[in-house]
């Protein structure tokens, strides 16, 4: 069965109770939640009350300490039944390398599966 998933932004801002709530009856039943900045666990938090299912993002860029930034994004999901965490590899900094960009990436993901939140 299909239904529609909203991409919440570090720039949305809070997720207030009554706009989850119109996401649900518009038929939306999925929230992506971006894990840098300070709505994250609110977003999630009030999107699991109203029953939306969970999914979460770790905006990868290149020229940041990768490691550090996948595990803050852990961090802020840890708790919630978020049934993704999806590695935004889309920065076109050019402050890097490709072969500097693809160790990055490998680095991100085996934070991700060494996790055990």
């Known amino acids: 069965m299909g239904y529609l998933a909203v991409d919440m932004s570090s720039w949305s801002g809070e997720l207030t109770e009554k706009e989850?709530?119109?996401?649900k009856a518009y038929g939306v039943g999925k929230i992506l939640v971006n894990t840098w900045g300070p709505w994250t666990r609110q977003q999630l938090e009030m999107g699991q009350r109203v029953g939306l299912l969970l999914?979460?993002?770790?905006y990868l860029y290149f020229d940041f300490d990768?490691?550090?930034?996948?595990?803050a994004a852990l961090e802020?999901?840890?708790g919630f039944p978020v049934e993704?965490?999806?590695?935004?590899?889309?920065?076109?900094?050019?402050?890097?390398?490709?072969?500097?960009?693809?160790?990055?990436?490998?680095?991100?993901?085996e934070v991700v599966e060494g996790w055990n939140g």
């Open 20 to 23: 989850a709530r119109d996401l």
């Open 55 to 58: 999914e979460a993002y770790c």
């Open 76 to 78: 802020a999901i840890r």
């Open 66 to 71: 990768i490691e550090a930034r996948v595990r």
């Open 84 to 109: 993704c965490l999806w590695l935004d590899a889309e920065d076109d900094t050019m402050t890097v390398g490709a072969g500097e960009i693809v160790r990055k990436l490998h680095q991100a993901v």
